[in-house]
């Protein structure tokens, strides 16, 4: 494991929890073995149902399903495990026991959530590419690409958890800041760029008084189902931004620079721990606003499973 001494004593660190009162532990520990059940069951129906659907490009749909996989392994692993780490104002377990549970958790949730940063920025890149391809974006973007690329997204989050884990805890959230921001940058650009080519399309064909016109490829573009899917993705982006941006700015302004700690430090740091992992139970239910093949595909999974 990396050196604790590197953040500090872990076992002061480990201790701050005590600090704040048991109804506030219990209540946010409760809400996560909560949210954990709703993960696991919410995205396990997704898997099954985005294999009905058939409206989805497959290469965007292995996205959608990669998404849907480590918002799974976020239920089932890491925040059990974190709701485990509160308990243990409660429970008082061994603190030696709690440091790897803890140095576990974090190395999990740096691959999981990273994973699903980049997954996300990568369906908002397909779709902007579906839009400026034409023809060709079948031919460009393959199963057999898409596939390398999620195993490149894999290899980079597993290789950051190694460097959490086996060398530097600062190298590893500076990197996964960077990442993070970069990444977010190229989802405004991508969606800036769908919205701009979506309404000079429209301005031309208002003009010429046409029907939807071809896209650059020769395909005629559907654009309500096009636009369908973008909003899809968009409300899962935002999401993503509501749920992420607040544990980045209370961990570098709260943490890193102004060194904040207390009673009132910790319950931000545990309740925007919470709100991260509440991202993996509001992907689910975004699919199954926005998609309506996907909504169908999960009530009929739940009616098959209640007949049984």
Partial sequence: MANSAEGGDYRKTLNLSPTLSTGI????????IFLSITASVGNALTIIALRKVSSVHP??????????????????????LFATIMLNAVTKMNL??????????????????????????AISMDRLL???????????VTLRRVRAVIFCFWLVGVSGGFIYSFWSHRITYT??????????????????????????????????????RPNAGGIPLN????????????????????CYVPFLI?????????????????????????????????????YCWKIKEVRQAVKDTVRRLNCM
């Fill in 130 to 140: 579906a839009l400026q391809l034409g023809l060709r974006y079948r031919h460009v």
């Fill in 25 to 32: 532990i219990v209540f946010l520990s409760a809400l996560n």
């Fill in 250 to 286: 209370v961990y570098v302004v709260i943490i890193e620079i102004i060194g904040w700690r207390g009673v009132s430090a910790n319950a931000v740091w545990l309740s925007t721990t919470t709100l991260l992992y509440l991202n993996s139970s509001l992907n689910p239910i975004l």
């Fill in 59 to 80: 290469p965007t749909k292995l996205l959608f399903r990669c998404l849907a996989v480590t918002d799974l392994c976020v239920g089932l692993t890491s925040q059990p």
């Fill in 223 to 242: 654009v309500p189902r096009y636009k369908k899917t973008v909003s899809s993705i968009l409300w899962a982006q935002l999401a993503l931004v509501a």
């Fill in 96 to 121: 030696d026991i709690l440091y790897y549970v803890l140095e576990v958790n974090t190395t999990l949730s740096f691959v999981l959530c990273g994973v699903s940063i980049f997954t996300s920025t």
């Fill in 175 to 212: 990197a996964a800041i960077v990442l993070g921001i970069l990444s977010l940058f190229i989802s405004i650009f991508s969606y800036k760029k769908i919205f701009l080519t979506l309404r000079q399309r429209q301005a031309k064909v208002e003009s010429h008084n046409e029907q939807d």
